[in-house]
């Protein structure tokens, strides 16, 4: 069976949208790093900001895998 175009065309889309946002978590966290003395503590925000890349990224092969 054949999935519909529009439902493809959509979770391609919605994948498109993950890794997007997975790029700006990404973003995110590196340039909280880098405005970081290097003698001060990784800030836990930017842990938070990877972590939700990753989900984001795993969420996004979830969608090819099931496609």
């Not at 880098?34 to 890349?53: D, E, F, I, K, Q």
């Amino acid at each position: 069976m054949t999935p519909h175009p529009s439902n493809t065309a959509t979770t391609s889309r919605l994948r498109s949208l993950l890794l997007e946002l997975a790029r700006r978590q990404d973003d995110l966290a590196a340039d909280e790093l880098a405005a970081t003395p290097y003698w001060s503590p990784c800030p836990s925000t930017v842990l938070g900001h990877r972590t939700a890349a990753d989900a984001l990224r795993a969420e996004a092969q979830f969608l090819l895998a099931a496609s």
